[in-house]
């Protein structure tokens, strides 16, 4: 042993032996055809019958990261060039001054190609997963199959020549291959990826409000709605290039998005004040606006009654993506900064089942609160029904004299074991509110959002649904509106309008299409409607056509009553229902609505100009030739102050959208 290290030794001090002319060009193709053996790569006939590879960077990203998942191919790879070179070598050290250069395999020496092939993949081809394939979200991950396996880290950064490698097998590879051998570890990559995928999102079914004709329907009645999903949806819909689903878009939560200046209530009067003004239709010169405003009182911040909260949060498998488990982490993070020490949280979790996390817990404790959000991992079914079981037992158990006491779901509404349909759901729900405990709804993701489920509960539960697509809107929905999200000041507050067939010809109400009442529901007070928040806002707009207008879209009746001779001095009669929190019996406001239309201020130019883009998005036959410019220039122009930029990113959400229309 010591005569060939004593070899070895003095071969490697030896002077280089001079090379042959063409060694190095006969080493090279010699390393080219081993390498594309080892990769099984050699030059082959591509059958014409295949499909087209999918081009773009990240499909190449995709093939090199599936076949190069952790780094023991190119160690395989460079640890046979090294012992080419070493088999090379070695006789030289032995005997100085003589290099010998490998020669190529014969055709005779190699190995039965096919027979290799097929043997290296029946022993290389991985279980697949059975819900690993299934088509995903446009933003989001795949769906992971039960039980959850954890993603690995990621590896490291590839030298030069690695990633020289990696281009080789991502020109190389093809997706019919890359779906066999995609590693679960990929996940990450798949939770960013753009690429198109099929969508199971689900939208109330609601058809757009019709023109109502005064004389024979003068009467109109809907719940007051302070939800606002609808318009971050659109919002991320157009932000990722693409229009909304017109079944998405809602008028009255676009509108009701944005904070306007209402007069607010005077001390002793009712909880909230309604505001009424008429001005000309933007899109339609012969037609006038109504727009009826609320303004919740405010209390001061001491005045407020302690929280009860339960957090029921949805960690399924379809809640992994980086916009959906881990951005309402983030979100819940910035709420708990906000609330007082006499409050209090538990977090209630189901996916495949439901389990109570963290119990009770004062909101002073926020190392204990916040420890149990950063255990929460996204795996498993989805038992919707069962973790709001035990969300409102959990509920019950906290109620305390003088709380609050609310359950906040966040979820993309994707319950696909137990009681999943929404009516049943609304059944389940309404049974639950007469205890007197609210239930609002956080909608987070895309791709499987259940918006309908959501709206089914928020509407039942007493409560309102929000849609957070960006830590910014956790921002405004749990921060900076976070009194009218969670302290309820009037609970069933109705609107009823009646028009007078004097003064207007016909009408609609623009939006409010899933919180319709019947006429004679106004004074049910069995019949549950909206709740208004502490601060909150509530805008709703008609399209009226005055008696004689030229917009007039419907011909007189031949044996209609005739009209009342003179001047009108009411439009219509405007009157609201509401109850105290926690009251059974319903009290009335009344207001008359002047027919003379005025000025237009900013607010109402603004909340017009709302309405105008969601009709454009989803039903724009009443608009006539008014279009996207018009919606932009009337917005632009009344921004107003826009201390947070929401009306600055409304008319950029309309540049996209008419961009996209074209």
């Not at 709380?403 to 009681?419: K, S």
């Amino acid at each position: 042993m010591t005569d060939d290290l004593d070899k070895l030794r003095a071969g490697l001090k030896a002077a280089p032996p001079a090379p042959e002319a063409d060694a190095k060009a006969r080493a090279l193709r010699l390393a080219m055809e081993n390498f594309d053996r080892v990769q099984e790569s050699a030059d082959r006939t591509r059958p014409m019958s295949e499909p087209a590879r999918p081009a773009g960077i990240l499909t190449g990203v995709r093939a090199m990261l599936a076949r190069l998942t952790t780094r023991g191919a190119l160690a395989a790879t460079a640890s046979i060039a090294v012992l080419g070179v070493g088999v090379a070598l070695y006789p030289s050290l032995k005997q100085p001054g003589k290099v010998p250069v490998p020669q190529p395999m014969t055709v005779a020496e190699k190995p039965d190609t096919k027979a290799e092939e097929a043997r290296r993949k029946t022993a290389a081809a991985p279980v697949a997963a059975p819900q690993e394939s299934e088509a995903i979200a446009a933003t989001g991950a795949a769906v992971r199959a039960e039980p959850v396996i954890e993603a690995q880290p990621a590896p490291a950064p590839l030298p030069a020549q690695d990633a020289a490698v990696g281009r080789l097998f991502a020109d190389s590879a093809d997706e019919g291959a890359l779906a066999q051998v995609a590693p679960r570890s990929l996940a990450p990559l798949d939770a960013v990826s753009t690429l198109p995928r099929a969508s199971t999102e689900a939208y109330p079914e609601a058809a757009p409000n019709p023109l109502k004709i005064t004389a024979e329907e003068p009467v109109s009645t809907f719940s007051i709605d302070t939800d606002t999903a609808s318009y971050a949806v659109v919002r991320s819909s157009l932000t990722n290039g693409f229009l909304p689903p017109k079944e998405a878009v809602r008028v009255e939560e676009m509108v009701n998005y944005f904070p306007y200046t209402y007069p607010a209530p005077e001390a002793g009067e009712a909880p909230f004040r309604a505001s009424v003004s008429l001005f000309q239709t933007p899109w339609n010169a012969d037609t006038q606006l109504l727009r009826i405003g609320l303004q919740g009182a405010l209390p001061a911040i001491e005045d407020r009654p302690p929280l009860n909260l339960v957090f029921l949060i949805d960690n399924s498998g379809s809640m992994e993506d980086a916009n959906k488990l881990p951005l309402l982490k983030q979100s819940f993070r910035l709420m708990l900064g906000q609330l007082r020490p006499e409050d209090r949280v538990a977090i209630v979790t189901y996916a495949g089942s439901a389990g109570r996390v963290l119990d009770a817990t004062p909101a002073s404790d926020q190392t204990t609160i916040l420890a149990a959000l950063d255990r929460l991992g996204a795996g498993g079914s989805t038992a919707g029904a069962e973790g709001l079981e035990l969300a409102y037992a959990t509920a019950e158990g906290m109620d305390t004299e003088g709380h609050v006491t609310r359950v906040l779901l966040a979820t993309d509404g994707d319950f696909n074991v137990g009681v999943s349909d929404p009516d049943d759901l609304k059944d389940m729900i309404a049974a639950k509110r007469e205890s007197g405990i609210y239930l609002s709804v956080l909608g987070f993701g895309r791709g499987n959002l259940d918006d309908a489920t959501m709206q089914a509960l928020a509407q039942n539960g007493n409560g309102t649904a929000a849609y957070v697509d960006t830590l910014s809107e956790a921002q405004k929905v749990l921060v900076d509106q976070l009194s009218g999200a969670l302290f309820p000041i009037a609970d069933d507050v109705k609107i009823q309008v009646e028009f007078n067939p004097a003064a207007v010809a016909e009408y609609r109400l623009i939006g409010y299409e899933t919180r319709a009442l019947a006429r004679e529901d106004f004074n049910n007070d069995k019949v549950d409607a909206g709740e208004i928040g502490a601060g909150h806002q509530v805008t709703a707009l008609y399209e009226i056509t005055p008696v004689g207008s030229p917009a007039q879209l419907s011909d007189p009746l031949r044996y209609a009553a005739p009209a009342a001779h003179g001047t009108p001095e009411e439009l219509g009669f405007l009157k609201l229902r509401y109850k105290a929190p926690g009251a059974a019996v319903s009290q009335l406001i009344e207001t008359p609505i002047p027919v003379t239309p005025g000025e237009a201020d900013t607010d109402a130019r603004f909340a017009a100009a709302i309405a105008g883009m969601g009709q454009l998005l989803s039903e724009p036959k009443y608009l006539g030739d008014w279009g996207w410019d018009q919606a932009i220039a009337l917005a632009g122009g009344a921004k107003g102050e826009d201390p947070f930029g929401y009306r600055a990113e409304a008319v950029q959400l309309m540049r996209l959208a008419g961009s996209l229309s074209h």
